[in-house]
C-alpha cells in the first residue's frame, strides 16, 4: 500500500504526544491515511480492520512509529467490545477513536428501483447502528477515564443532495442509503457530544468530500467543475483534518461536522 505525505503541518510530532488513537476501518482509504497522520502527529495508532492482509500492508507503512494492528470485525457490540479489549491490552489505554469502518452488504450499490429489503436492512445495521454501537462502547470507556476524544467519518452525501449529472455514463452511483447513513451520523455526532457533556468528552463528525479511487475520468473532470481548487481528494487531505480535532488546538469545537470537499458543497 502506498500512501500519499500528509498535507504540511501534519507531520507535527509534538500535536497528539503519545495519544493513542484507535481508528476503526484501518485500513481503508481515509483509515490508512488517518494512521499514518497520528504516528507522524506524535500519536499511537491503534489499527483495526477485518481485512489482514490490508493491515498488514498498513504495518509496513507505519514500520518505525509506535503502532499496534488488531484484526477485528466491528458489525455488532461484542466484536467492538473485543477490539477496545484487544486494543487496551496491546497499548494501555485508549485516548481517542475515529471511526472509520465501512462494511457493505452484497448488495451495496444497487440503483434505488432494486434495492433489496434484506440487504438495506444489512446496511442500515452495519454502517449507522455499528456508528452507535462503536460510539457506545468507546464513550462508555472514555466516561470511565474521565474524557476522550470520539470523530466520526460521515460524507457530503449526509449533507447535501448528490451531483446526479457527475454519474453520466459511468457504472457508477449514489446510493439512497449511504445518503441516509451519513445523514445519521452527523446527526448523533451531535447528540452524543450534548449527551456527554461535563464528562471531558468531545464528539466531532468530519465530512469528506469524493475519494481518489480510479475513477473513470469522465467522472473525475465533471466533479472537479463542481469544486474550487483540487477536485477528488486523497485520504491526507481529510486524515490532517482529524488528527486537528484530536488535537488540544481543537479542545473548543465538539458536536461539530467539519466538511473537507474543496468547495463541492458550495
Known amino acids: 500500500m502506498t500512501m500519499p505525505e500528509p498535507p504540511l503541518g501534519a507531520s507535527d510530532g509534538s500535536l497528539l504526544a503519545g495519544r493513542r488513537v484507535l481508528i476503526s476501518g484501518g485500513a481503508g482509504r481515509i483509515g490508512a491515511a488517518t494512521a499514518l497522520a497520528v504516528a507522524r502527529a506524535g500519536g499511537i495508532p491503534l489499527v ?4 489482514p492482509a490490508a493491515l498488514e500492508r498498513v504495518g509496513e507503512c507505519l514500520a518505525g512509529w509506535p503502532h499496534h494492528r488488531i484484526v477485528a470485525d466491528l458489525r455488532g457490540a461484542a466484536g467492538i467490545q473485543a477490539c477496545l479489549d484487544a486494543a487496551l491490552a496491546a497499548a494501555g489505554g485508549v485516548e481517542a477513536a475515529v471511526h472509520a469502518a ?5 448488495g451495496w450499490g444497487a440503483c434505488f428501483e432494486q434495492l433489496s429489503e ?11 447502528g455499528g456508528a452507535i454501537l462503536f460510539s457506545q462502547c468507546l464513550l462508555r470507556h472514555f466516561a470511565a477515564c474521565g ?3 470520539l470523530i466520526h467519518v460521515a460524507s457530503i452525501q449526509g449533507v447535501a443532495a448528490p451531483k446526479f449529472h457527475h454519474y453520466a455514463g459511468t457504472a457508477m452511483g449514489s446510493p439512497v442509503e449511504y445518503a441516509a447513513i451519513k445523514a445519521g451520523v452527523i446527526a448523533i455526532s451531535r447528540w452524543l457530544a450534548k ?9 466531532n463528525c468530519v465530512s469528506p468530500g469524493g475519494i481518489l479511487d480510479q475513477q473513470p475520468a469522465g467522472f473525475l473532470e465533471r466533479y472537479r467543475a463542481d469544486c474550487t481548487n483540487i477536485g477528488m481528494l486523497e485520504g491526507a487531505d481529510v486524515a490532517a483534518t482529524i488528527v486537528f480535532l484530536l488535537s488540544e488546538g481543537a479542545r473548543a469545537i ?13
Open 48 to 51: 483495526a480492520d477485518l481485512d
Open 254 to 266: 465538539n458536536g461539530q461536522n467539519l466538511i473537507v470537499d474543496d468547495g463541492w458543497t458550495l
Open 195 to 203: 449527551y456527554h457533556r461535563d464528562q471531558g468528552i468531545r464528539v
Open 118 to 128: 434484506v440487504h438495506l436492512a444489512e446496511d442500515l445495521q452495519a454502517q449507522l
Open 102 to 106: 465501512y462494511p457493505r452488504s452484497a
Open 147 to 149: 474524557g476522550g476524544d
